[in-house]
């Protein structure tokens, strides 16, 4: 399909581990968002590239989060040393058009740190 | 602080019936409201979204009425059916953020089942 697309599906890590979360968005898609949803809540935004260059990072809850877009379309997601508080899923996000238009979401990878 | 309210947490409905979720916001900013429908396991799809020159929007049997006076908007759901029981988000967004980033300020969800 052409939709967003996100790996792994599911991810079991055991605390202090460092993982690393793959977001494939629709091509030609300028704008990417990455958001953490916690059980039973909303999406949070995390962070926000524009092509290749991340443009707003205010959501990231640590240093320990970091996020890359190379190339402008595949991102990753880091998380380095996990906490327990880091469970959630984490959805990716793209849209065509910068500052408008709609957000695709892509299934999300859901995080358990043991 | 959360952005954006919804309510309520969770709502019952008879198939056929109408189902009504609120929500309400603060930032006068936002020009971008969208609702998002996610079942278990999946990502929020986009369902309906509206921009605040206008006070309705329907799309099937998805409305979304627009108080801007009040700082709310509702998504009526007409016509109930067992299929459309999922959570459901309203966010908003500000096309002008200084970042650039229109990222979406998600409510907390309401949980949405129609029974047969």
């Known amino acids: 399909g052409a939709g967003v697309s996100q790996s792994p599906r599911y991810k079991v890590a055991k605390r202090g581990q460092d993982v690393a979360l793959r977001c494939d968005p629709i091509s030609g898609h300028v704008s990417l968002f990455w958001y953490q949803q916690a059980l039973g809540q909303g999406p949070e935004f995390l962070t926000y590239f524009q092509n290749e260059a991340q443009l707003d990072k205010s959501g990231l809850p640590s240093d320990r989060f970091f996020a890359e877009r190379p190339e402008g379309s595949v991102s990753t997601l880091k998380i380095q040393r996990t906490q327990q508080e880091d469970s959630a899923v984490y959805l990716c996000?793209?849209?065509?058009?910068?500052?408008?238009?709609?957000?695709?979401f892509g299934p999300g990878t859901r995080l358990l740190v043991l | 602080q959360q952005q954006v309210k919804q309510s309520p947490q969770s709502l019952i409905v008879q198939k056929g019936g109408i189902s009504i979720i609120n929500c309400a916001y603060e930032?006068?900013?936002?020009?971008?409201f969208p609702w998002y429908q996610q079942f278990p396991g999946k990502g929020p799809a986009l369902l309906i979204a509206?921009?605040?020159?206008?006070s309705e929007k329907k799309e099937g049997r998805f409305t979304i009425s627009f108080n801007k006076s009040a700082k709310q908007f509702s998504l009526h759901i007409m016509d109930s059916q067992p299929g459309d029981s999922a959570t459901y988000f309203c966010a908003a967004s500000m096309s002008m953020h200084q970042t650039g980033a229109n990222n979406l300020f998600f409510g907390t969800g309401t949980r949405l089942t129609v029974i047969p």
């Open positions: 509206i921009r605040p020159d206008v």
């Open positions: 996000a793209s849209s065509l058009v910068p500052g408008a238009g709609t957000q695709y």
């Open positions: 930032n006068t900013a936002f020009d971008y």
